[in-house]
DNA sequence: CGCTGACCCTGACGGC
DNA sequence: TGCCGTCAGGGTCAGC
């Protein structure tokens, strides 16, 4: 569920109900994540106060006085403010109850996601060796030429490398290399300075689109809010295959890449 | 180091 | 109606 806009949505919708907020209790229903959360992580969490959400590449980081609540959603995760007295429901791994009455509910059906306590002064091995982040001016045509010299693999798989740029996933990936004219299964080696430069510019314009409509809803999305993002309707060509591309009307193609779906214009991509 | 494929898990969907 | 295979927005890890 959850790329960089879904997580960047989710934080502005948690945002504003906790920052401020100290925290009450902290219920772990399921403790089975990704990785285990820890058996302290709710004594580490009792009586602080969030001073602040941030985001770093698709993780949320909730800063507090001794530490970080780290959190990721992994593919199917999701985090809401809950501000009456709705029902738990299936898949409710951690609810946290705040000083204002609201409480922060953690949902995550495949479990992939994960949440972890980052001690303050701690690194954690999740984000060393993390890329720029997508929105920042590192991230440039520069960096993506310099960093894919030498490399054979297509550059999807490249563009979605953590290591060379963080919140990168599999739609958005699409969908820029779509609006960049360049074909997902073209060695990221042999691709030029010019062409990369054309990609970064179509990476941040997806995102920044993606972010200002509440992120894409597949499924069942919402935001820290609640509400469905709106994205979806603008998609050019995830989840068409087989529908005519919106430049040339041929039928759009699909391809397995790095066993992620893989959907692109024969003409218009090169 | 770069690249590939297996794997973690639940749920939705299509075919039979 | 039920069963079974396939696929899904994430990322790590082992092996070559």
Redesign the pocket.
Known sequence: ????P?VETTRRGVAPWSVGQRVLSVEVREP?L?WPIPADLPQQLCGQQITAVERR???LLFRMASGSLLV?????GSLRVIRDDSPLL??DHVQIQLSSGDRLRYND????GCMLWLGSGESH??LEGLGPEPLSDVFSGELLYV?SR?????VK??L????VV???????ANEALFMAGIRPDR???KISLARYARLVEAVKQVLTSAINQG???????VGGDGKP?YFAQQLTV?GRAGAPCTGCGRPLR?V??????TVYCVACQR
């Open positions: 569920m959850p790329e960089l879904e089975r990704r590449a698709k993780y990721h959603l992994g593919m199917s299936r898949h059906p495949r479990r992939f091995s999740l960093r030498g490399r054979r693999g297509p798989p490249f979605m490398d953590g290591k963080v919140g990168v996933g599999n739609i958005y060695p990221a080696g992120g894409t809803t597949l499924r069942d999305f993002g995830y699909e397995r890449l790095g066993q992620r779906s």
